[in-house]
């Protein structure tokens, strides 16, 4: 299983593709240097799988590569975060 986790700004959000089918995606408000995600779905098909995991760690290994921070208003990237608190550095207070 192959993953690739890319940013679509024209739709504010980023993808996970699984074997080049979308598998989930993770969607956010831009406020300046500050991405906002509101909402993050995992195609039932590739629930349980850690497709929602790979998406969330790559989504921010590449705003960590950015210098961009976060503002999880989403309950899963929040969780997330939680569990893996080398990404908590990433966390902002919202703008």
Do not use: W
């Amino acid at each position: 299983m192959s993953t690739l986790v890319e940013d679509d700004p024209a739709k504010h959000r980023f993808e996970i593709l699984v074997d080049d089918a979308l598998a989930g995606f993770t969607a956010y408000l831009p406020r300046g240097e500050v991405l906002v995600f509101t909402h993050t779905e995992v195609d039932p098909r590739f629930q349980n799988m850690g497709v929602g995991a790979a998406l969330i760690r790559g989504t921010l290994d590449q705003l960590r590569e950015r210098g961009t921070t976060v503002v999880p208003r989403c309950p899963f990237m929040a969780a997330f975060i939680d569990r893996h608190p080398e990404y908590a550095d990433l966390v902002t207070p919202e703008p």
